[in-house]
Structures are given as structure tokens and as C-alpha cells.
């Protein structure tokens, strides 16, 4: 991997290794719900620059990137709940409306299944009724 890109991407890598065993040294307890719980909601500026546009300026922005993944989330089902949760944060936080995050579910129900896309909308009403809550 000699290439600017391949040796970009190695990096990240490596870095992300090193995050993952500050976590969990050992990686066998690691839980998404425990650092859902510690990291509730990313700030929009770090997930467009983490997710967005930074590494490709003509590429998706950090909205299209999480509604992408939550579609591949919705596909697995109830397995990937924690997942959903917090997907649904971050595209709320990147710029995506409850309709568009909503939209977006059941337009992999077509796909996934309707169980899948019924679990995923379950898990973004929540989501949302969660936000609506802190605002009170």
C-alpha cells in the first residue's frame, strides 16, 4: 500500500485499533449501548468531518452518509438496535428531519422486510420522543 489513500486509510485504522483498546484493552466486553451511553450525540461539525466531506469533497455529506447506514442497519433487524438508537441520533444531529430518518426506514422495508422496518421505526419513534423529552 504505497498509494496516498491505502496509507490514509491504514492509519485510521491503526488509530481506531488504539481508540478501541483504550476502551477495552481486552475488546471482549465491549458493549455499543455502554458508549451510546457515554457519547449520547456527536457534535455535527465532528461527524461532517469525520463522515462528510472532509476525505472527499465531492462526496456525500455527513446526513446522506448516516441515512445510507441506517438503511443497512434497518436490513439487520432487531440484532442491530443499539446500532439504529444511536444512528438516528447522528443523523437527527447532522441535519436529517424526523420525516427524512423515517423515510428513509421505510424505504428499506421494501428490502429488508416489513418485521425489520417495523423494529426500526419502533426504535426511531423512541429516539425521537426521547429528544422531545429533554427539551422539556
Known amino acids: 500500500m504505497n498509494n496516498p489513500w491505502s496509507q490514509m486509510i491504514e492509519t485510521m ?6 481508540v478501541s483498546e483504550t476502551f477495552n484493552p481486552a475488546l471482549e466486553t465491549f458493549r455499543v449501548k455502554g458508549f451510546e451511553d457515554m457519547i449520547p450525540t456527536l457534535n455535527r461539525d465532528f ?12 462526496g456525500l455529506d455527513a446526513k446522506t452518509r448516516l441515512l445510507v447506514t441506517l438503511t443497512a442497519l434497518t436490513v439487520l433487524g432487531a440484532q442491530a438496535e443499539p446500532q439504529i438508537r ?21 424505504q428499506t422495508g421494501l428490502f429488508g422486510g416489513l418485521p425489520a422496518m417495523q423494529k426500526a421505526l419502533e426504535i426511531a419513534q423512541s429516539v425521537f420522543a426521547e429528544i422531545e423529552e429533554k427539551k422539556e
Do not use: F, P, Y
Open 13 to 18: 485504522l491503526e488509530q481506531s485499533r488504539k
Open 47 to 58: 461527524m461532517e468531518l469525520v463522515w462528510g466531506k472532509t476525505m472527499n469533497h465531492d
Open 86 to 106: 444511536l444512528t438516528v441520533r447522528h443523523a437527527l444531529q447532522a441535519g436529517a428531519s424526523q420525516r427524512e430518518v423515517a423515510e428513509t426506514i421505510c
